[in-house]
């Protein structure tokens, strides 16, 4: 780490414990399975890269067989820090082919500068729970803002709280911290 990336380096560490898993919520028709789009892998990160101060910047470069991108931040100090270029080559020569070459460039770009994946599909994801920490955080912010803690766990359709689907860690807080935000 050099003195002059320092700030968004610190920033960058911090804002990586926020990052939640990119759902994947799209269905591919031709091949009958889900993936995480774009806005998915922007929702998995951009909140906690906000809240450190950090930007996120995609910029396309020019390419005549496909897309090239590259993903970068910027920290509010305006030290910034990029991640090098990702080249897809366009499956068709036409404003279609390029499209779908963009978006994949960008998702695969962001996943690998942020050190993120797509939810498992296999099932083991939905069995993982929240951990007793994770448990006492939710159960603590609803007391604070007023919510009952059993809305939450009749809403998840869970008998306690840290019956709860690991992956909606982050939705829960995010809603209750917006919440007492709102108080």
Do not use: W
């Not at 995609?58 to 993903?71: A, C, L, M, P, Y």
């Not at 090098?84 to 404003?95: E, F, N």
């Amino acid at each position: 780490m050099t003195v002059e990336n320092q700030k968004i380096s610190a920033a960058f560490v911090a804002a990586q414990k926020g990052f939640s898993p990119a759902i994947k919520d799209a269905t591919n028709p031709h091949f009958r399975s889900k993936y995480a789009d774009l806005a998915a892998c922007v929702n998995a990160v951009i909140d906690a890269l906000n809240e450190n101060g950090i930007a996120l910047v995609q910029r396309t470069h020019e390419s005549d067989s496909g897309v090239t991108v590259s993903t970068m931040f910027v920290h509010e100090s305006g030290e910034t820090m990029d991640t090098g270029k990702l080249h897809v080559p366009a499956a068709k020569q036409d404003p279609q082919g390029y499209g779908a070459a963009l978006t994949y460039a960008r998702r695969y770009s962001l996943m690998s500068a942020c050190g993120i994946a797509p939810e498992d599909d296999d099932g083991n994801a939905a069995s993982k729970t929240v951990s007793q920490e994770q448990a006492a955080n939710i159960k603590a912010l609803a007391e604070e803002v007023g919510k009952p803690v059993k809305d939450i766990t009749e809403y998840f359709a869970v008998k306690s709280l840290d019956k709860i689907p690991a992956a909606q860690y982050q939705s829960i807080i995010k809603s209750l911290e917006k919440r007492r935000e709102q108080s």
